[in-house]
């Protein structure tokens, strides 16, 4: 899977998650955004973009509400829409300023992919056709998670891939950064949603962000760090929005950055205090907050709540190994441990293609996995009720770095997640399924 690169001068790849995408002014934001960087960089710009906020797991619901076991084809198909209507409104509000883009299909991207097409794995990416496309000076606006099989067909690259094809691009066009815009400040010590207290870390190892991921931090794509490391893409985790002048919003990102900064503890490195995160400065004192870089840097300690995902028990260890085997080869994370004399693994919740592995397992409804990822590698797992999740993971992040503490304090309100009131432009606003699960966090 060696990319085939493109000649000339280096390309910038950003990509803006769902979160960017939370109402319809986020096209608007990043399209003034990514003007702006083009202007200021003078060389050929991919933006990836990921679906709003909330779309894909609704569609998810839709497509369980409608078949229990649907094609993965059909599910391929349906998942990726959400990205295909990013592209065009980002196209929309690119043109909208004047800005001529090319909104460009899978068959467009360069990757081909093989395997199940809704999980399809990237085995190699061709530069040709992005490059002819960005040879015109336009800005190339590419839809996240998704690529083409040998017969031409769109697959998807599993959830939350959107990093993955960024990444992949970058390594394909000789990118040597690719940057991941998000609504939280970086890569952090834990969820900063759930940790209040959460330091962002100005570095952090390709190992230690894979080792987060593999536990369940929804944070950096697992495959994509994979990428990175490969092909030596230094990856930038930076926050979005944050002070795009007039109507933006002010994100989890910007409310942490402001605050005071915090003591950190010797020999964690990497961690560094919001005003150390935001010290890098454009021209004209504009602050520029650098976000988290993943390439050479220490691991570091961290505390991942696994929200997304369900417990289950099995009577033996051998039962569980067989399990998390299969699960893993559907390229499922899955994290095993043990508990209060349970013998158990996570499984992401709702996950296509899981259910049919899990037989002889019992689910432990409303229990949450908590895990301390140690610096020097080692990881405590301790399962919770689910309610109890945010404040174990206080407690926990506090024993990690005790001069951040905050584990006694009383939790300030808890940011809200946007969810796009759009995610619901394709398949209606009514209830697709009283059980489904979402994709995001149940708050
Ligand atoms: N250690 C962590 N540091 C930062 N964010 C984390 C961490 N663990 C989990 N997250 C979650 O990752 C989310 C960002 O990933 P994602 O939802 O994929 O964002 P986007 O929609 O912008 O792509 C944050 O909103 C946060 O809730
Ligand atoms: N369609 C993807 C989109 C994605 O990767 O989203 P984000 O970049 O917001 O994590 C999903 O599974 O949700």
């Known amino acids: 899977m060696t990319p085939r690169r493109a000649p000339g001068r280096r390309p910038l790849v950003l990509k803006f998650g769902g979160s960017a995408f939370a109402d319809l002014d986020g096209y608007h934001r990043v399209a003034r955004y990514a003007v702006r960087r083009s202007a200021e960089e003078e060389r050929p710009l991919v933006v990836v973009v990921s679906a709003m906020s909330g779309t894909t797991g609704r569609l998810q619901q839709t497509l369980d509400a409608l078949a229990a076991d649907p094609p993965a084809s059909a599910a391929a198909m349906l998942l990726t829409t959400g990205e295909t209507v990013s592209v065009a409104l980002l196209t929309a509000a690119l043109d909208a300023r004047g800005v001529a883009a090319h909104p460009i299909p899978a068959a467009g991207t360069g990757l081909l992919a093989e395997g199940p097409p809704d999980r399809a794995t990237v085995t190699s990416a061709d530069a040709t ?76 190892s390709y190992e230690g962000v894979r080792r987060m991921s593999r536990h369940g931090a929804k944070v950096v794509h697992e495959g994509a760090v994979r990428w990175a490391e490969r092909a030596g893409v230094r990856v930038w985790c930076r926050p979005f929005p944050w002070g795009e002048g007039e109507g933006a919003d002010i994100g989890v990102g910007e409310r942490l950055r402001t605050e005071p900064e915090g003591r950190t503890e010797p020999g964690e490195g990497g961690v560094a205090g919001d005003r150390a995160v935001e010290g890098e400065r454009a021209e004209g004192g504009e602050p520029r907050a650098v976000g988290t870089v993943v390439g050479a840097g220490p691991e570091a300690a961290a505390v991942v709540v696994h929200q997304g995902s369900d417990v289950w028990s099995f009577r033996s260890g051998r039962e569980r ?90 939790p300030a309100a808890p940011p809200v997640k946007a969810r796009s009131p759009h995610s619901d432009v394709l398949v209606g606003s009514g209830p697709a399924s009283a059980s489904a699960p979402d994709d995001k966090r149940v708050d």
């Open 321 to 410: 190994r067989a399990v998390a085997g299969r699960l893993r080869a559907e390229g499922l994370p899955v994290t095993e441990f043990d508990t209060a004399g349970e013998i158990c693994l996570t499984v992401p919740t709702g996950a296509r293609g899981a259910a049919r592995h899990l037989n002889g397992g019992r689910r432990l409804d409303d229990l949450c996995l908590v895990t301390a990822l140690r610096a020097d590698g080692r990881a405590d797992h301790l399962a919770v009720p689910r309610s109890e999740a945010a404040a174990e993971a206080r407690r926990r992040h506090a024993a990690l770095y005790p001069s951040v503490g905050g584990a006694t304090a009383q």
């Open 129 to 204: 056709a992005l490059s002819r496309a960005l040879a015109d000076g336009r800005i190339a606006v590419v839809p996240g998670g998704q690529a083409v099989d040998a017969r031409g067909r769109t697959v998807m690259l599993g959830r939350n891939s959107s990093d993955l094809s960024a990444v992949a691009t970058a390594a394909m066009l000789g990118a040597d950064t690719c940057e991941l815009f998000s609504d939280v400040p970086g890569v952090c010590t834990a969820d900063p949603y759930l940790v209040p207290e959460a330091r962002t870390l100005s570095r952090i």
